[in-house]
């Protein structure tokens, strides 16, 4: 699922977790002394972007430029850069804005390498929890107050048992279909966003639900939940993600059992 | 709203802090290690409780009744102690106990005292986030990782400005009324229990509606909400909030706002 692990492939991920103290530097202090969000959808659903936003992204792309000029940059905020070659870096410099500017902790840094349009590294950074999600080359850790340690998924197999997330029932394009899942499992748990996904890599939320993701939202998740021993796809249970529609879960069992009650395969 | 200032009042307000910090070593040590849950409600809706709930309880619970012998205490997980005299202790070990078993942050402790009936005192503490929210004497104070300051609710007077927040679009008693609030405010932040009113008093969140709240949920609530500035009363506009359905809101004009859209105050 990831490429096996090469001297090049451990560079790009302790360069991508320098991408990721840049961005925390910038998103950090503003979180902490309030926050103004303009908005970028005027007239229609309010869709804030913050100075944190774009001064964190733009950290991210001066390291990148100045580093591997070659590589392609894909981020939320600016212009796409062209690759010259095979790698492309994936940047959401704050995933979960409307929980920043709420004040809420969970928002996350998204960084992704992708190698020939494929994820190989992705990380997941939460700076007011002080944690950090790292999936490449098979593994997937959770470097936090505590420390490192290899994180897994839970063993959860069936509906029945599952702690489901996602991030608002209002931003779901099926809410019917998904509404057959919420009924069937054990809890549900709302407003998360990507750190959802991290919290289902680390064992305590068995099932992330969600559509409506780009691919700056989805790219970095790919790597932490495959190399934590989840399965992640579409609604229709294939593993193509380009439509934004996505289920993550602790085991391939409970994976096609969501499939199955969201029943769009043949839609 | 709250009394003014007095000697035992501080006293109480220390003690209240002590209490929380009593409870955050039995919380969080479980917390950071891993979650098992056992079921309060077998085989009807899945109701939480953990270790961790009864030992912050216990460990609260021996506290006032060797500092305070006469008080009350009213907590969620044993039997009531009757008070000999004016004062109660309410207190909630875990409020989000669905959260902590997923692993998500936002959890927090409740405690109140109540003099004859009223809260006059409370603390909404998260452990996870380091994070104490004290309300009492007219003042509220945020205790956290930077030090103290006080807080004050924002200024929102409209809901078409308003961030609002609930913890489950499932757990409302009258999802139509609160779909019409909804569908005014600028946007919509589920997951976070007691914290959406600690963010309330911090002045990231303007508005917060739910029902279904039991004493031990919302008497915490009161004395930090109304010291920050803040309006809370029912959904009918009421300050009685027996039956647990609690509208919260940064302004009185927003909260007024908010209780015409639910419209349920002739119901």
Not at 41 to 57: F, K, L, S, Y
Not at 221 to 245: C, F, K, M, Q, Y
Request: proline share 6%.
């Amino acid at each position: 699922m990831t490429q096996p692990p090469s001297p090049r492939n451990r560079d790009f991920a302790d360069f991508a977790c320098s991408l990721a103290d840049a961005a925390r530097r910038e998103t950090l202090p503003r979180f902490e002394s309030g926050v103004v969000a303009e908005d970028k959808n005027a007239g229609g659903a309010w869709d804030p972007v913050t100075d944190a936003d774009r001064a964190a992204e733009r950290a991210m792309r001066a390291l990148i430029e100045y580093r591997y000029p070659n590589h392609g940059i894909a981020g939320e905020e600016f212009a796409e850069r062209p690759a010259r070659g095979p790698y492309v870096w994936s940047l959401d410099p704050i995933d979960g804005t409307r929980s920043f500017v709420c004040g809420l902790p969970t928002w996350t840094t998204l960084i992704a390498l992708l190698e020939d349009g494929r994820p190989v590294i992705g990380v997941i950074d939460a700076p007011r929890l002080g944690e950090r999600y790292v999936g490449h080359a098979g593994e997937a850790r959770l470097i936090g107050p505590a420390g490192a340690r290899l994180l897994g998924t839970s063993g959860c197999r069936s509906l029945g048992e599952a702690r489901l997330s996602t991030t608002d029932p209002h931003l779901l394009d099926a809410p019917h279909a998904f509404e057959r899942v919420r009924a069937a499992c054990r809890t549900t748990r709302y407003g998360h966003d990507a750190y959802a996904y991290a919290r289902l890599a680390a064992g305590s939320i068995d099932l992330v639900i969600e559509s409506g993701l780009k691919p700056h939202d989805y790219n970095a998740l790919v790597p932490v939940v495959r190399a934590a021993g989840g399965t992640i796809g579409n609604w229709r249970g294939e593993s193509d993600l380009s439509a934004g529609s996505i289920v993550a879960a602790a085991t391939a069992q409970l994976f096609e059992a969501a499939v199955e009650a969201l029943a769009v395969a043949s839609a």
